[in-house]
């Protein structure tokens, strides 16, 4: 059992392929030329796309949102985007109409700028949410294929990063 969110920060990404790769190499010694390029090709392609995204998403650096549940924490603190409430009190619990309050009060005495879920959830408490209080809602993809944008690994983050932006600028992302 492993944590299925690690993929939110690419520099995960980055370790697991290193290991990966040096896997590869210990159950298939004569793969070694093809795996080390491989991957030395994917960890440049990785390295170049986060240096790029961490300079388009430098204005979301110390930004305050709400999400629908904890499942995008690599993301969040890769980027330095605050986690400030949480819509659901429990992951795949539904939050009663007091939490929901709660989380309302919290948008402005927090300053929360927008509210996230993912698109594999339900995104009716946090589109409740994000009406009351008058900020966005954003899906994220959380893994590949989680949105139309997501096909592969960058663009996965590519979208990701975009989302999040369009909702600091007060667009609803669906």
Same mark, same amino acid.
């Given at each position: ?8 920060? *690419? ?10 790769? +040096? ?5 298939? *010694? ?28 430098? *204005? ?20 330095g985007i605050v986690a400030a409430a949480t819509v659901e009190p429990e992951p795949g619990v539904p939050p009663g109409p007091d939490h929901l309050a709660e989380v309302i009060q919290a948008v402005p005495a ?21 009406? +009351?209080? =008058? ?5 994220? *993809?959380?893994?590949? #294929? =989680?949105?139309? #944008? ?16 369009? #909702? ?7």
């Amino acid at each position: 059992v492993g944590n299925p969110h690690i993929q939110g920060d *690419p520099r995960n990404m980055q370790r697991a392929g290193a290991q990966l790769t +040096k896997r590869l190499i210990a159950l298939d *010694p004569g793969g070694e030329a093809t795996y080390s390029e491989n991957f030395k090709s994917f960890a440049g392609e990785l390295k170049t796309l986060i240096a790029e995204l961490q300079q388009q998403a430098a *204005p979301l650096k110390g930004r305050r949102i709400a999400v629908q549940h904890e499942h995008s924490v690599y993301v969040l603190n890769w980027l330095g985007i605050v986690a400030a409430a949480t819509v659901e009190p429990e992951p795949g619990v539904p939050p009663g109409p007091d939490h929901l309050a709660e989380v309302i009060q919290a948008v402005p005495a927090n300053q929360i700028k927008f509210v996230i879920y993912a698109g594999y959830e339900d995104p009716s408490p946090s589109k409740f949410v994000a009406e +009351k209080s =008058g900020i966005a809602l954003v899906k994220v *993809p959380v893994t590949v #294929g =989680g949105s139309e #944008g997501a096909t592969d690994i960058f663009t996965f983050y590519r979208d990701t990063v975009e989302r999040l932006l369009d #909702g600091l600028s007060g667009n609803a992302r669906s």
